[in-house]
């Protein structure tokens, strides 16, 4: 069999034109325009790349972007001061400090200065917690897209068996707590889980955040199971230079999948498109306004 390839860039397309029919709609019927405020320490450059991006983005939308770079030196009492100012900035819906920061500042520190209902990244612990427990909460970004991806091919998640390979705070927890919310059965899988092999062979779902490339291979899914691969690594190509894999061997994987995300052009765009998403959850939820349908959790 050959797998249905959920192409990421097509459905962060859609997703991105739904929040700009929400957005129009929020400013044409309560003249309210969501601002997303991007916050960079530093000049990594990948990262300038990034928040270039998400600027454009959040533009084309229709939103207000409000970009705020410092310097790699800026003080950790500088950085809260202006976390602050935008907190209290009733023009400013949402706020994302662009990690990683530089060593000297503590990154707990600033990500919980945020104002949690402006926490678009979905990362304070106040917002952590209400996910956990199954409350109205901001949801971190790439965990959202994946359940979006999952809910438009399957369409009911539910009894679905889901193993989720990686446990960090950003991926592999908040993805598995969002699954759990869809009603799967839900094991958190890891390097050092035993028999991992036969773990991930059960599943109807996997979703594989684990940060190794090329660590699942074929001969580790089950027949027609989903596969979401959250993992970009960067790997050597024989003929010299290099090229981006994920954290599945695609070829072998979809060989034996009933559906897999590719890497790039899977998971990746689908990340910006939910910061987008969130950003307009945050500004109805402001404004008391009803938030547009499937852009949530």
């Known amino acids: 069999m050959s797998a249905d390839v959920i192409d990421g860039k097509e459905f962060s397309l859609r997703v991105r034109n739904k929040v700009a029919e929400g957005v129009a709609k929020l ?7 969501p601002g997303l405020a991007v916050v960079l320490v530093g000049e990594d ?27 790699a030196t800026t003080s950790e009492s ?37 104002a949690p209902q402006k926490d678009v990244d979905g ?10 427990t199954g409350q109205k909460s901001m949801v971190p970004c790439t965990p959202l897209g994946c359940l979006m991806m999952l809910r438009d091919y399957h369409g009911s998640l539910s009894g679905l068996d889901a193993v ?14 969002l699954l759990l919310g869809d009603s799967c059965t839900v094991t ?28 699942v291979p074929g001969d580790w899914i089950k027949e027609g199971a989903t596969v979401i691969d959250v993992g970009i690594n960067r790997i050597d190509k024989p003929e010299g230079g290099t ?50 349908v499937g852009l949530t959790a």
């Not at 899988?189 to 059960?202: F, G, P």
């Not at 072998?252 to 307009?280: D, K």
């Open 188 to 215: 958190i899988a890891h390097s050092r889980t035993k028999d991992l092999k036969d773990v991930v062979k059960r599943a109807d779902i996997v979703v594989a955040a684990v940060g190794r490339a090329e660590m």
């Open 123 to 132: 990362f304070h612990i106040s917002n952590v917690g209400m996910l956990g």
């Open 27 to 33: 400013k044409k019927d309560y003249g309210v325009k």
């Open 78 to 114: 500088d950085l809260l001061k202006l976390i602050s100012k935008l907190n209290e900035d009733p023009d400013v819906h949402g706020i994302l400090v662009q990690l990683p920061l530089p060593g000297h500042l503590n990154e707990d520190l600033v990500i919980n200065s945020i």
């Open 243 to 292: 090229r981006l894999v994920g954290d599945v061997d695609y070829d072998s994987c979809s060989a034996v999948a009933g559906a897999v995300t590719p890497v790039p052009g899977g998971v990746g765009p689908m990340t910006i498109a939910c910061l987008l998403a969130n950003t307009l959850t945050a500004a109805c939820r402001a404004n008391n306004v009803e938030e547009p």
């Open 45 to 71: 450059p990948a990262s300038q790349v990034y928040v270039r991006s998400k600027g454009k983005q959040t533009v084309e939308a229709g939103m207000n972007s409000y970009e705020h770079t410092l310097d």
């Open 164 to 177: 989720v390979i990686g446990r960090s705070n950003i991926v592999g927890k908040p993805m598995a707590q």
